[in-house]
T-cell receptor, first 117, second 113 residues
Framework: AQKITQTQPGMFVQEKEAVTLDCTYD???????LFWYKQPSSGEMIFLIY??????QNATEGRYSLNFQKARKSANLVISASQLGDSAMYFC??????????????FGSGTQLTVLP | EAGVTQFPSHSVIEKGQTVTLRCDPI?????LYWYRRVMGKEIKFLLH????????ESGMPNNRFLAERTGGTYSTLKVQPAELEDSGVYFC???????????FGSGTRLTVV
């Protein structure tokens, strides 16, 4: 079963508008972390935002915010005031507990965002 | 600080040949991960090093893949012999033992023809 689901293969948004990228996840563990990464055409994976399962408030980082709805198991990324440079592939990922030290991430299939001038 | 460095950035090889990918993590990061994205599918975990030891190699697809991390510094991922289905982008990431932030490299795009 898919652990991370991103249902939007592609999204378009007008410059300066806000856009929401969907992400739902599946885990039975109460302790987990959710990440969003951006991959521009240059290829590097850029960390955007993190939400821990026990965090009381939704994470925010500048123009990025995470709409965390724990009961619905969703962790949507909201980008406010879109810029042309936001055009990229966006990946949602989850880290679940595992024995040992820092854990691996499970990724969704990604959403290709295109910002229109 | 320097980021995670991967090279080559691109590699095109023929089926049956050998390719070695290299990853230099951020200095001081004990944890090093390899991931790959094949044919536009999800990014999949391959393996995890803690220093020079393999912590988890459950994602390695088969014994044609060999990863090493000599001395707990840089890591190599060798594919021998390469098959067509190995084509994709191979990412490396590192993190410090004490926190859970991951830094990814720019990836190596491998094309097997």
């Amino acid at each position: 079963a898919q652990k991370i689901t991103q249902t939007q293969p592609g999204m378009f948004v007008q410059e300066k508008e806000a856009v929401t990228l969907d992400c739902t996840y599946d885990t039975s563990d109460p302790s987990y972390g959710l990440f969003w990464y951006k991959q521009p055409s240059s290829g590097e994976m850029i960390f955007l935002i993190y939400q821990g399962s026990y965090d009381q408030q939704n994470a925010t980082e500048g123009r990025y915010s995470l709409n965390f709805q724990k009961a619905r198991k969703s962790a949507n990324l909201v980008i406010s005031a879109s810029q042309l440079g936001d055009s990229a592939m966006y990946f949602c990922a989850m880290r679940e507990p595992a024995p040992g030290t820092a854990r691996q991430l499970t990724f969704g299939s990604g959403t290709q965002l295109t910002v229109l001038p | 600080e320097a980021g995670v460095t991967q090279f080559p950035s691109h590699s095109v090889i023929e089926k049956g040949q050998t390719v070695t990918l290299r990853c230099d993590p951020i200095s001081g990061h004990d944890n090093l991960y390899w991931y790959r994205r094949v044919m536009g599918k999800e990014i999949k975990f391959l393996l995890h090093f803690v220093k020079e030891s393999k912590q988890d190699e459950s994602g390695m697809p088969n014994n044609r893949f060999l990863a090493e991390r000599t001395g707990g510094t840089y890591s190599t991922l060798k594919v021998q012999p390469a098959e067509l289905e190995d084509s994709g982008v191979y990412f490396c990431a590192s993190s410090h033992l004490a926190n859970y932030g991951y830094t990814f490299g720019s990836g190596t795009r491998l094309t097997v023809v």
